[in-house]
């Protein structure tokens, strides 16, 4: 555990023993923290204390490993690949530059994600979305097995292929609803089709393309054209 004011991991960044791939490493400071360009044989990264995270560069963990960043989070030299067993954002993040989250388990926004121009992408087996995910001018892709809401959730993008979402689902049945401020795809996994897991309502601003059925508890929207690449209901 490191703690102090506002340290800066530079070039070469944190390397544990090469073939140990069990260390942790917290970092609790108070003022702004820059980690990367790289970060790697840890099982485990922590991030917290009062001041806030930035990272400029990709992080790889090794092994079944966990990342949890507890401060606000902003990217701001290059684009950033994480990547993870599971990834926590407990608070907001702000990236200016493409962020990627890479975890063969599961990625985690507790709060908002929010940039002007930047694409978000996350090939997590789970996402799990508690606050909403705006790219302004940037797409936003999820390819991994299901996106999870916990909270109502606007997904806002105005690039042209918009929001490309997996599987979407809810917490529970009709709990949570889904807003998308732009252009959809819907993929193969489908809305709502989790038993129990129905979404309260979807609603789509611009064009949808839909690879598979939708079903919520309350009512469906869409403002513009839709197009099925499959058999849907």
Do not use: C, W
Request: charged share 10%; glycine share 14%; hydrophobic share 35%.
């Amino acid at each position: 555990t490191a703690t102090a004011g506002a340290p800066t991991f530079q070039a070469g960044g944190v390397d544990g023993e090469a073939g140990a791939n069990d260390y942790e490493l917290t970092l609790n400071f108070s003022g702004a923290t820059s980690v990367g360009p790289t970060f790697t044989n840890l099982r485990k990264l922590t991030t917290g204390g009062t001041g806030t995270t930035d990272i400029v560069g990709s992080i790889t963990l090794t092994g079944t490993s966990v990342m949890t960043f507890n401060d606000a989070v902003t990217t701001s030299t290059g684009a950033a690949v994480l990547t993870a067993t599971d990834i926590n954002f407990a608070s907001t993040v702000a990236p200016t530059e493409a962020l990627t989250l890479t975890a063969t388990g599961t990625a985690t926004l507790s709060s908002t994600l929010t940039s002007s121009n930047d694409a978000f992408t996350s090939t997590a087996g789970t996402t799990v979305l508690g606050g909403s995910v705006n790219t302004g001018t940037a797409a936003q892709t999820y390819t991994g097995s299901i996106v999870r809401l916990s909270a109502d959730i606007t997904m806002t993008s105005s690039h042209a292929t918009g929001v490309t979402l997996g599987a979407v689902d809810g917490t529970g049945d009709g709990t949570e609803g889904l807003t998308v401020t732009g252009k959809a795809v819907i993929g193969a996994g489908g809305v709502g089709t989790t038993a129990g897991k129905r979404l309260q309502f979807l609603t789509v601003s611009d064009t949808t393309s839909l690879n598979a059925s939708v079903t919520t508890a309350e009512h469906q929207t869409y403002t513009g054209a839709v197009t099925l690449f499959a058999a849907t209901s």
